[in-house]
């Protein structure tokens, strides 16, 4: 019997971050041994960061069908972790890993100006505070690659629970927290998203 899927979104290198910790990160989520995730199949996805990359979510979200999704990315500039509450339509004319520039002002001309986070999000904040890892909501994902997935990515969701989560500075871990702490705390956030997909599909 096929497992249901928890997909985990990262990205790769991208114009002053060479080596991304989101990717780092992700990785680590889909050797987890915990007994809440027995039942899914946890698959990374390592995302280019590129503007014409985004073209190919919909194939990818259409094969993996997932009944949750995780995105993780950095913002090099914040120094907390944060739940991003929405994505917006835009996109500012900033070089991708490629040296090249988004197509339009706006990700989707016809569309919606913003869409919200399908995931419930304070257990997946909860979830990160019970390790000490500063954390807190946050209503802009900026105009690049990270909203810009997130944007397409709730568009095709379905309903499933998906969230975006950016991670802070070059290490992706805020001041202090270590690697393993980070991990046990994206762990039980990983639990928590899974928790919404099973409650999500009982009749």
Do not use: I
């Not at 090249?100 to 505070?129: E, F, I, T, V, Y």
């Not at 500075?169 to 956030?189: E, I, K, V």
Request: charged letters at 20%.
């Amino acid at each position: 019997m096929t497992r249901p899927v928890l997909l985990v979104t990262a990205f790769g290198p991208f114009p002053g971050v060479p080596a991304n910790p989101s990717a780092v990160l992700a990785k680590q989520l889909a050797r987890l041994k915990r007994p809440a995730l027995a039942r899914f199949e946890v698959k990374v996805v390592v995302l280019p960061t590129r503007w014409d990359a985004l073209d190919g979510l919909g194939a990818l979200m259409a094969r993996a069908r997932p009944a949750a999704v995780l995105m993780l990315g950095v913002a090099a500039r914040r120094r907390q972790v944060c739940v991003e509450t929405r994505a917006v339509n835009a996109a500012r004319a900033a070089p991708d890993a490629a040296k090249a520039h988004p197509p339009g002002r706006r990700l989707a001309p016809d569309k919606a100006a913003a869409r919200r986070a399908s995931a419930r999000l304070a257990p997946l904040l909860a979830a990160l505070r019970r390790h000490g890892v500063p954390a807190r909501l946050s209503r802009d994902a900026g105009r690049y690659l990270c909203n810009a997935a997130y944007y397409r990515v709730l568009g095709l969701a379905g309903g499933a629970p998906a969230v975006f989560v950016h991670l802070p500075g070059r290490t992706g871990r805020p001041r202090g927290t270590d690697g393993a702490r980070m991990g046990r705390a994206l762990g039980d956030l990983l639990v928590a998203l899974a928790a919404q997909a099973v409650a999500g599909s009982r009749p």
